[in-house]
């Protein structure tokens, strides 16, 4: 899947409760068993004050360690490693979309990588990662089961799960009538030509046209239905006024200055509109959301074993689960975090927070790996060119 800047840090903080955004990342990964108790308890590594104590890490831009002098918009998750052992043994290199972060990792050693969960069965598949050992991280007992299990290949916790969240339409209340603003199929409605913004992104557009044409399995279709997908939307292509790659380079400002009125997006795009004093509504589509889940994979062939598990439990314990939702709108995998903690109340009731059952609702559809991604990112280049 094509996820173009999905975590392009916001430089100008949007306000809905006084935070900064990022824009969001999927779905099941194969998972088969439980998870053993220790992650990888038959291996031996030497004590952390033995490691390098340097770490190379695959990340999007925006979530760097707190403490970091990348990390400028006061992020908490993080600063306890930094505290403990310094920023200096740190090093980032950016993702800028899925795809391009699975070859990235193919073509260099990583001690962390932070994918979106539908991409964990390529990492596992190309023998880019190895399993945690969970009882190195104490905050893992706080994680949603409903997601950790999401991480779980061959018995193994090769993904723990850190930071999820929606897309949907984001659209303009006071110029599309209520009776057309029902579901995905509004990105189909001639009425709206011109004013229209999809995603620049394979997998995603061929779910959103998956659920609108009513498949039964968005992820995992079959090459008849690639076929009608991918002809649904090049039907769909020319009502669009741009496909969108960058959400706050290209679409937020075209769709605040009134350019576009209908757009794929994320919560965060319904945060920065409604803050500033647009009309707009996140769509709950009669087909369902999509739902995505990012988190962190441990590199094959790190020698910094100790120090990664510390690096992410600075990442996943509760007081940097908080910050997350209140700097940056989304959910965290955290089920002690309360509504309570979350800043914003009405953000807290729009991802349910509280609720660790949130995503497996009948009415959200979680993004997971898609056994022909190759077939469909190929289709995507026939719309493209369309």
């Not at 033995?50 to 006061?74: C, F, R, S, V």
Request: charged content about 20%; glycine content about 10%; aromatic content about 12%.
């Amino acid at each position: 899947m094509e996820r173009m800047d999905r975590r392009k840090f916001l430089a100008s903080a949007a306000v809905f409760g006084g935070g900064a955004v990022l824009a969001g990342c999927g779905g099941g990964a194969g998972s088969q068993g439980q998870p053993s108790a220790g992650g990888t308890p038959t291996e031996t590594h030497p004590p952390i004050g033995q490691e390098p104590g340097t770490l190379n890490i695959l990340e999007w831009p925006g979530y760097e360690a707190g403490g970091t002098k990348a990390q400028t918009y006061g992020m908490l998750a993080g600063t306890n490693y930094t505290d403990e052992f310094g920023a200096k043994g740190l090093k980032y290199t950016y993702i800028t979309n899925d795809t391009q972060a699975v070859n990235k990792a193919r073509q260099n050693e990583f001690d962390i990588i932070h994918p979106c969960i539908e991409n964990v069965q390529d990492y596992v598949n190309s023998n880019l990662v190895q399993p945690w050992d969970t009882s190195l991280l104490p905050s893992f007992k706080n994680l949603n089961p409903a997601l950790t299990q999401r991480g779980v290949v061959n018995g193994q916790q090769y993904f723990v799960p850190w930071d999820w969240g929606y897309a949907s339409i984001l659209y303009r209340t006071d110029m599309v009538d209520a009776a057309d603003a029902t579901g995905w199929e509004l990105f189909w409605n001639e009425k709206y030509k011109g004013r229209i913004s999809m995603w620049d992104g394979a997998q995603s557009n061929f779910e959103v046209a998956a659920l609108k044409l009513g498949f039964p399995e968005m992820d995992n279709q079959t090459s008849d239905q690639v076929q009608q997908s991918k002809d649904a939307l090049i039907e769909q292509k020319p009502l669009n006024k741009f496909y969108w790659k960058s959400t706050y380079s290209d679409m937020q400002p075209a769709f605040k200055a009134g350019d576009i009125w209908i757009a794929y997006s994320w919560q965060d795009g319904y945060v920065n509109m409604k803050a500033d004093g647009l009309a707009v509504e996140f769509m709950q589509p009669s087909q369902g959301q999509l739902g995505w889940v990012c988190g962190f994979m441990l590199g094959a062939n790190t020698e910094n074993y100790n120090h990664a598990h510390k690096y992410v439990e600075s990442f996943i314990n509760h007081d940097a689960c908080v910050d997350l939702t209140n700097l940056f709108y989304y959910g965290s995998s955290d089920v002690t975090v309360k509504p309570s903690e979350v800043e914003n109340k009405a953000l807290a009731k729009k991802l349910n927070i509280g609720d660790p059952e949130a995503l497996n609702s009948s009415d959200v559809n979680i993004q997971s790996w898609m056994p022909n991604e190759d077939e469909v990112a190929l289709a995507w280049e026939e719309v493209s060119a369309a």
